[in-house]
């Protein structure tokens, strides 16, 4: 949604980077290009006034004129106060003291509170809760039925005692509905309410009886991210006449400009608590301002990534892998298909490199990325016997044939799949020895690790080699002789010439190795715990 955002401001920091000092004229110009990359992505009017004047305020002060790279603390200026338009810090759910726990949902019909009833039922069910949806939407034809589909998709129950389609008064339906959370243990009910075409008064009158019926802990404003500018004066019309809490937003995954959202929260002063992303009832989480703006601006959402690994991968499965990955045995066939089935289920490929730094530079190649190029993988090694997946060299010309005709593919994608797995063992196997990387210094505390970077690496490297120089003093030369064989004498006694662990920098270990890093420098995961579920 954010793209044209985040293109216009990539353009405009790029400018900036190798410029030793800014000079007023560079401030102002940058000032100008983002108030233009804010204006066109839809964002309110006031909002970027207000922004564009703290930017300018901070950038023309003390922390940019001292700072050693001018055009970095620009852009952090530029992250931090994107950061507190969006929220600041993240809202999360106020729950209540004695059970159940009422969140109440509001908004235009087609905003998606339907569905995002579930995708809320299903989040606070991962949570360890035990929510019940209320379907108080009685007046949309099949509302109620929507909401027992999506409900039994999410594996939450849905109270639905009125068939809906204009029959039934949504206010008792709310009221009973807190009693029958209370009779089964349910400690969060989820109550979705009807919408109309636009704001009435029929409506709002509606959804303020049910407020004064259940008093919600929490009243969720569900908007569409995708309506522009509307979606301010919605926002703050649903504030005026019924009030809410936070704000939900919707549709976060579609092509629209989007600047409407950033405006939402400074307008009605409500922080941003829930974001849908995708058309799946997993594609929802709570809204992080800080990731939002890191994203927007290129720099990548890993923590997102991360967490959405914890959710998906069982502790077995990540102590399975970890152990193989450290074990001395090489990589073969069948633990690539393994990893690729492991990441295949985070979700689709171009989403996950999506939220690394930079990648929004390479979106169109990201955006070519097909999936089915991966089934074509699946199928290549599922035609393989295991024999040839445990030791690929002895697949040979006939061998390639039978399995691109398996597989339904052609020779030289098999071999193409071959050559590139020989690749990868061998960049394994030299990451598992120590060695870092191909073309990359190494990491400190594992075996190759060149402190210094890979240039100073080298003339280390060099000078070992060359060993010391003999003097050319016969005194000093005997004195050298009597101390490299002392130093020989010593290794023996020790157990042999054996190389030794390099040891970390003081700052990151004191000399030691740190706990988790095994003898050969490999990361000993056979302990590593998830967070609980």
Do not use: C
């Amino acid at each position: 949604m954010f793209e044209t955002l985040s293109d216009r401001l990539t353009s405009v920091f790029s400018s900036l980077r190798g410029k030793g000092r800014l000079s007023e004229e560079d401030i102002n110009a940058t000032a100008r290009e983002i108030r233009l990359a804010l204006l066109e992505a839809d964002v309110a009017l006031p909002v970027v006034r207000s922004f564009i004047a703290q930017v300018k305020e901070r950038a023309q002060g003390a922390e940019v004129s001292k700072a050693l790279n001018p055009a970095q603390q620009v852009i952090k200026i530029v992250n931090e106060e994107l950061v507190e338009i969006l929220g600041g810090e993240t809202r999360e759910i106020r729950f209540a003291k004695t059970p159940p726990t009422v969140i109440m949902l509001a908004g235009l019909q087609g905003a998606g509170k339907t569905t995002l009833a579930g995708k809320l039922g299903r989040w606070l069910a991962a949570e360890r809760n035990t929510p019940l949806l209320v379907a108080a939407d009685l007046q949309r034809p099949n509302a109620v039925t929507q909401l027992q589909v999506v409900g039994e998709r999410a594996g939450v129950p849905v109270f639905a005692p009125e068939p809906g389609n204009g029959v039934g008064d949504p206010v008792a339906v709310a009221r009973a509905s807190i009693e029958q959370a209370r009779r089964n243990n349910h400690n969060v009910v989820v109550i979705d309410t009807a919408g109309r075409l636009g704001v009435d008064s029929e409506m709002m009158q509606q959804a303020a009886d049910i407020r004064d019926a259940v008093q919600p802990d929490e009243i969720l404003f569900v908007v569409d991210a995708m309506i522009g500018q509307d979606a301010v004066n919605t926002a703050q019309a649903f504030l005026d006449g019924v009030g809410y809490d936070a704000v939900a937003l919707t549709k976060l995954d579609g092509d629209a400009r989007g600047g409407a959202a950033l405006s939402i929260r400074h307008i009605t002063g409500r922080p941003i608590m829930f974001a849908s992303t995708g058309e799946k009832l997993e594609d929802f989480d709570l809204f992080h301002p800080d990731r939002m703006a890191s994203r927007i601006l290129d720099m990548g959402d890993v923590l997102t990534l991360i967490e959405q690994a914890q959710r998906t991968f069982e502790e077995d499965e990540v102590a399975k892998m970890a152990s193989t990955l450290a074990s001395d045995d090489d990589f073969t066939l069948d633990d690539f298909l393994q990893q690729m089935a492991m990441v295949r289920r985070l979700g689709p490929i171009s989403n996950l490199l999506g939220m690394m730094p930079g990648m929004g530079q390479m979106r169109d190649q990201i955006g070519n990325v097909d999936e089915k190029d991966l089934d074509r993988i699946a199928a290549i090694i599922q035609s393989m016997t295991p024999e040839e997946r445990r030791t690929p060299k002895i697949i040979n010309g006939s061998r390639r044939l039978r399995i691109a005709n398996g597989s339904g593919t052609q020779v030289s994608d098999v071999n193409g799949l071959v050559t590139r797995f020989f690749e990868a063992q061998k960049m394994m196997r030299q990451v598992k020895a120590g060695g870092g990387m191909p073309g990359m210094p190494g990491m400190p505390g594992m075996p190759g690790a060149l402190p210094g970077g890979r240039k100073k690496g080298k003339a280390q490297a060099k000078k070992a080699k060359k060993g010391k120089q003999r003097s050319g003093n016969p005194l000093k030369a005997k004195q050298q002789e009597a101390e490299r064989a002392a130093e020989r004498q010593r290794r023996r006694e020790e157990g042999g010439d054996q190389q030794q662990m390099p040891q970390l920098p003081p700052g990151l270990g004191g000399g030691q190795l740190p706990p988790g890093l095994g003898g050969n420098g490999v990361p000993d995961l056979s302990n590593f715990k998830l967070p609980r579920k």
